[in-house]
């Protein structure tokens, strides 16, 4: 056990996160957050994003830190977890555990499962447009493509038009 630190479970504010669509601007304990962070070696000092979940509030730190975030990263490569210590101020967006076990299930099945590849062999374009207009799963996709309305201006187009493209929000995944 550490003796180096003292956390609790409070929720903490996050001032530059997100509140539009599912995002909120507080974290509780559970929730996943997503923060930029500072690597060097990239180009122009860019940050990168990070996914986490949130286990606790540092209180109190032998070095004076206040009020950081504990979180278990889930690093780009997604096969290592380790401990961060986040600032608040640095995170961007906080989704609930609810929502994002949902969307996050959804769209690791549409990406892993046998069906991506299954279909690619079958239509590339149809699998192009699922992925690069941000469906989360087969099952959206197809609904929406076989909805009367859009017809065959959908099933036939290599790109997508403007018509086709304005019912198409983060929001529909």
Avoid at 1 to 29: E, F, L, W
Avoid at 41 to 58: A, T
Avoid at 111 to 123: Q, S, V
Avoid at 136 to 163: H, L, N, Y
Wanted: positive net charge.
């Amino acid at each position: 056990m550490r003796t180096d630190i003292i956390t609790d479970k409070r929720q903490v504010r996050c001032p530059n996160s997100s509140s539009i669509g599912y995002s909120q601007y507080k974290a509780h304990v559970g929730d996943f957050i997503f923060w930029h962070e500072k690597v060097s070696g990239l180009p122009n000092d860019r940050p990168i994003e990070r996914l986490g979940r949130m286990l606790g509030r540092i209180t109190w730190t032998s070095t004076e830190g206040k009020c950081q975030y504990i979180v278990v990263a889930i690093l780009h490569d997604c096969i290592y977890v380790g401990e961060r210590w986040v600032k608040p101020a640095d995170v961007t967006r906080v989704y609930s555990e609810k929502y994002f076990r949902q969307k996050a299930a959804e769209c690791m099945r549409m990406f892993l499962g046998h069906e991506m590849r299954r279909r690619a062999k079958r239509d590339l374009t149809d699998t192009r447009m699922a992925i690069n207009e941000g469906w989360g799963s087969w099952a959206r996709f197809d609904d929406w493509k076989e909805r009367k309305e859009w017809g065959e201006e959908v099933t036939k187009m290599r790109t997508p038009s403007i018509k086709a493209i304005m019912p198409l929000t983060w929001r529909h995944f």
